[in-house]
């Protein structure tokens, strides 16, 4: 399976991007979807994830400003978020977990500025 995650840059505080996760050699679908990032310094961390029902799950820090998604037609993740903060930016990756391993996308910066 291969990942790649696009859709990330540079927005202000309060802004908002969208990401997106294309999977190709093996389907997304019956499988959970789930975003990561790691931000300098710090652990990689989930941020949120989306179970191949449509179960969602977040982080706590993100609760409410960002929604994943999912569309098994084209293959596709996204992650929608909206009143970006300075302290998400970080390198987001995607990330699915199928014939027993995790599979992770290349990641996308993305950086709030203040």
């Known amino acids: 399976v291969q990942l790649q995650a696009s859709g990330g840059g540079l927005v202000q505080a309060g802004g908002s991007l969208r990401l997106s996760c294309a999977a190709s050699?093996?389907?997304?679908?019956?499988?959970?979807i789930a975003w990561y990032r790691q931000a300098p310094g710090n652990q990689r961390e989930l941020v949120a994830r989306?179970?191949?029902?449509?179960?969602?799950q977040y982080a706590d820090s993100v609760e409410g400003r960002f929604t994943i998604s999912r569309n098994n037609a084209k293959n596709t993740g996204a992650l929608q978020m909206n009143s970006l903060k300075p302290e998400d930016t970080a390198v987001y990756y995607c990330?699915?977990?199928?014939?027993?391993?995790?599979?992770w996308g290349p990641g996308t910066l993305v950086t709030v500025s203040s």
């Open positions: 990330n699915t977990f199928k014939f027993g391993r995790n599979f």
């Open positions: 050699g093996s389907t997304f679908s019956g499988y959970t």
């Open positions: 989306i179970t191949g029902s449509g179960r969602t």
